[in-house]
Every structure is written in structure tokens, then in C-alpha cells.
């Protein structure tokens, strides 16, 4: 292995990794939760493999047997053995023991990386991490030309603003709490996530010493007894206000005062605090019904020179840092002089819109969420924005609206969901012609769907910049720059 230091990352220690575990020697399939253990009945087959890529989730490609193996935590070039099971039609492969490990291989700074699997790249040094989306974004976008260098971020850890903990008992009915293991309902039980904010993780374990001492009870999805389900927590970076918001299965909270008390006391700077009631048998995490415990219900945090009012239940980009960058090129590749009408769709709470009107002749912005569409209006007086206006609704129809009475745009700023934009939207942007289309997506898959179908319909590709917001994870951004052919 060559002595080489990669930028800001530990390199392997061949013997140990930071948990102390002998590294060569780690058996990684048993610090994996269930979905790697075989069927009934099936012994895992060990063979060994040699790595030749990555999928675009960060999984390395091998070839057993004329088949291909998509092998988590394998890296091109690396030998090693790895258990194989049949699942179904497909093989189930997992690193057994890396026998020669590449050179962007560090250790994993997290010490339940090998559990978790919220982050998917940490065993790859900084560096092998840009590059890795780098060309996920040229692979993706290859029909479009070449995007820019990607924006990388300089501490790529402690960055998310909002961080979201699951409590429940574990097989000895003694209170855990943790994050669930990618892909299931089993909670690892932690007590820091590297990625999280350092002082959501502290706020996270004082409810979870509170749960211990108390007659407050995590809920079991098993039994659908107990009271809570989930915390979570948001963190103005700049303003330092945070949001507390318990979501229980009932809205009954015995014990609310002393809870609130014990938190305040311990916790000082949380700002608001508030309860949220989901009692559906679902992953998603918040219910309809909320009520504020103590504060304003919101928090306020600085974006871009901007001052944003955050509800529970709004988007809000989860690293502000990478944000401002991102937010930076949207504006810049609008290229707005100060006349333009612009539509900021799926505005969230309204930054890039809000932010975007400093330089432009009108903004208009459209959003599903009412809790968001809320905040936008709101964010607009904070910020006394006076050429801006927000509309609740499916940005599909209220495009087609637009379209049908024949209005104009010069400009559409959109940021879809992962899912992507659909053909209502995309039909009415090549009816309303702007001269620009800026794409902001957190899915390149999904952004170069509807990139093509936009380039087919009278636009072409004048810039692509990709944005590190998720290090550590496969997850890539990307902001995309389609102008009108003459
Ligand atoms: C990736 S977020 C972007 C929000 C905002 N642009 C920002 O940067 O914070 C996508 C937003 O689209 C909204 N959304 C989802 N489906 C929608 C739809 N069909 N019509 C309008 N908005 C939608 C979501 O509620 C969310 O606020």
C-alpha cells in the first residue's frame, strides 16, 4: 500500500481499523444486520473476487461465475473473499475479508459504519469520493456534455441541520435509540452519527437517558404500545436556534411538563419544541397532527444573506453549507438582469426564489406543501421582498395553468423531489418557452430523465455542476443550465 496521505482522510491501518477490529481480518458480513443473513436452509458460498467498478450507489462490481455481483464496501481493484447467497432471482454478496485493499481505502471514522448503512462511502478516502461522483454525474449526463469539476466540501462531516432518531426496546425490553439500519426497522443503537449535528446527537441522548428514568415509554412497533416513536431535531447553523419535535403515537403526553422542564434545563439554546402525532403504520415519519410545546413552533436560520422561518414539516436543504454554493451557480446560470419574471417551482420554503428576486424583475413560486407555501410567504416579508409571490399546489397543474392562459416566464428555476419532474410540468415549461430552464436536483437519474425530454423539445444542455450536499453517502446534487434554441 503506498505511504501516500489522502486529503483529510485516516489511511487503513492494515491491522486495525478505528473500532480496534483487525481490519484484513474483519468478518464484515456479522456486523451487518439481518438482510445479510441467508435464507433458511442456505449456506453462504465463500469465493474470491476481484473488484472492476462501482455501481452508482457506491457498490462494487465483480463477476462470479459469468454473473455479476454488486458487493458493498469493495473497491475497484481490490481482491477479496466474499459470501454469497442466493436470494431469489439474485445473488446476495458480502466482503468477507479484503485480501489486497485499493489505495483510496481508509478507515471508516465512524464506528458503526459497518452496521448502519445511513452513509455508504466512508471507507473510501475524500478524494476517491469526488471522483466516484464526478462520474456518476459525466456517466449520467454523457448525452449533455461535460459537467464542471464537482463542488466538494472541506469538513465533510457534522453537516446536516436536520437529523432524525428512532427509539425502541431492544430484545432485553431495555430503551434504545438509534438510526434504523438502511433498508429495515432494526435500530442500531447509537450514540453519535458523524454526520449529524453534534449537539442534535447530545439533545438525542438526553431523551434517551430520560426514557431510562422515566415512565415515558418508546414505542413498539411489534405490540403498537408506547408513546415514542421518533425524534427529531432541526438546527439553524447560523442562528443556533433548534427545534425539538418528539413524534408519538398518541396525542396524549403524560408527564408533557416535567419532560419539556428536564429538556430545557439540560439544553438551554433549544428553542421550540413541539409534538407531532403519527399513529399510522408507516416509514414515513411525521403525522398531520402538531402542537407546539413550547416556543414559536418554527426556527429561523441565515442563507444566503436571507433569514428563512423553518417549520416541522417544510424542506429545507439539509447542508447550508453546500447550499450557498449551490444556490450560488443556480442564480448565476439564470443569468438575470433585473426585469425577468421567474418561476421558482417546488419552492419549498422559497430560498432559491427569495434569493433569486434580489436580481430579478418578478418571482413567482409554487409549492405543494402548505406548511412550506406558509413559510415562503412569511420568509418574503422577514426578508421585505416585495416582487415575489407563493402559490400552494402540484406544480404539474399550476404550470399547465399558466400555460393554458397564455402567460410568460423568462426564467423556470426547478428542484423536483428524487422522483423527478413529470410530463404535465415539462410540456407546459416548452408551451410557456422561457429562455432559461435552471434544473436543481438532488437525483441525477431522475434530472437527466427530463433533461432529455426538455432537449428534445427545443432546449439545449449550456452547463452541468455537479455538488457535493451528502459526503459520505452515494447521494450526489446536481444544477443543470438549459437555454431556448433559437
Ligand atoms: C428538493 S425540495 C426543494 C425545495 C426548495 N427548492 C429548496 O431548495 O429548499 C422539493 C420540494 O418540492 C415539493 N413538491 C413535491 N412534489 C411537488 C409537486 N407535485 N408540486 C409542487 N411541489 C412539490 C416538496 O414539498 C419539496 O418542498
Not at 161 to 183: D, E, S
Amino acid at each position: 500500500m503506498s505511504k501516500r496521505k489522502s486529503q483529510g482522510n485516516k489511511k487503513v491501518n492494515k491491522k486495525t481499523n478505528k473500532s480496534g477490529k483487525p481490519f484484513g481480518k474483519q468478518n464484515f458480513s456479522q456486523n451487518r444486520p439481518s438482510k445479510g443473513k441467508p435464507p433458511r436452509g442456505q449456506k453462504p458460498i465463500t469465493a474470491e473476487v476481484t473488484c472492476s467498478g462501482l455501481t452508482d450507489e457506491g457498490k462494487g462490481i465483480a463477476e462470479w461465475k459469468g454473473k455479476r455481483l454488486e458487493v458493498p464496501l469493495l473497491l475497484p481493484g481490490e481482491k477479496a473473499e466474499v459470501n454469497i447467497v442466493q436470494k431469489g432471482k439474485f445473488l446476495d454478496a458480502e466482503v468477507k475479508n479484503v485480501i489486497t485493499s485499493a489505495e483510496e481505502r481508509v478507515d471508516p471514522p465512524c464506528p458503526y459504519y459497518y452496521e448502519c448503512g445511513g452513509c455508504q462511502l466512508q471507507h473510501m478516502s475524500n478524494d476517491a469520493q469526488a471522483r466516484f461522483k464526478q462520474d456518476t454525474i459525466n456517466q449520467l449526463m454523457k448525452p449533455f456534455g461535460k459537467p464542471d469539476p464537482i463542488f466538494t466540501m472541506d469538513h465533510p462531516y457534522d453537516y446536516r441541520n436536520k437529523n432524525h432518531n428512532t427509539f425502541g426496546l431492544n430484545h432485553k425490553r431495555q430503551v434504545i435509540g438509534g438510526l434504523y439500519a438502511q433498508h429495515t426497522h432494526e435500530i442500531i443503537p447509537m450514540d453519535r452519527c458523524l454526520i449529524h449535528d453534534p449537539k442534535a446527537d447530545e439533545i438525542i441522548d438526553t431523551i434517551k437517558d430520560y426514557l431510562k428514568n422515566s415512565k415515558m415509554q418508546p414505542y413498539d412497533e411489534d405490540t403498537g404500545r408506547g408513546f415514542l416513536r421518533h425524534v427529531l431535531i432541526k438546527v439553524g447553523k447560523v442562528s443556533g436556534e433548534i427545534m425539538v419535535v418528539l413524534v408519538a403515537a398518541s396525542s396524549e403526553f403524560k408527564g408533557k411538563n416535567n419532560f419539556v422542564k428536564a429538556l430545557r434545563k439540560a439544553h438551554p439554546d433549544i428553542t421550540t419544541m413541539l409534538l407531532n402525532v403519527n399513529k399510522r403504520d408507516t416509514s414515513v415519519v411525521l403525522g398531520e397532527q402538531e402542537k407546539v410545546l413550547f416556543g414559536k413552533g418554527t426556527i429561523t436560520d441565515t442563507l444566503c444573506g436571507l433569514e428563512f422561518e423553518i417549520s416541522a414539516k417544510s424542506f429545507y436543504q439539509i447542508n447550508p453549507v453546500q447550499t450557498e454554493k449551490l444556490y450560488g451557480k443556480a442564480i448565476e446560470m439564470a443569468e438575470l438582469s433585473g426585469n425577468e419574471t421567474v418561476i421558482d417551482a417546488y419552492c419549498g420554503i422559497g430560498t432559491i426564489g427569495l434569493v433569486a428576486s434580489r436580481k430579478a424583475g418578478k418571482v413567482i413560486g409554487v409549492e405543494v406543501n402548505k406548511d412550506a407555501v406558509r413559510d415562503a410567504i412569511r420568509n418574503s416579508k422577514r426578508n421585505g421582498v416585495t416582487n415575489a409571490r407563493f402559490y400552494q399546489g402540484d406544480a404539474g397543474e399550476f404550470m399547465v395553468d399558466m400555460a393554458a392562459r397564455g402567460e410568460k416566464a423568462d426564467v423556470v428555476i426547478m428542484d423536483p423531489p428524487r422522483s423527478g419532474s413529470d410530463e404535465a410540468f415539462l410540456s407546459s415549461v416548452v408551451k410557456l418557452k422561457p429562455k432559461r430552464v435552471v434544473y436543481v436536483s438532488c437525483n441525477p437519474e431522475t434530472q437527466a430523465r427530463d433533461m432529455k425530454y426538455l432537449v428534445k423539445n427545443g432546449y439545449e444542455v449550456e452547463g452541468i455542476q455537479p455538488v457535493d450536499m451528502f459526503p459520505q453517502t452515494y447521494h450526489v446534487e446536481s444544477v443543470a443550465k438549459l437555454v431556448l434554441k433559437r
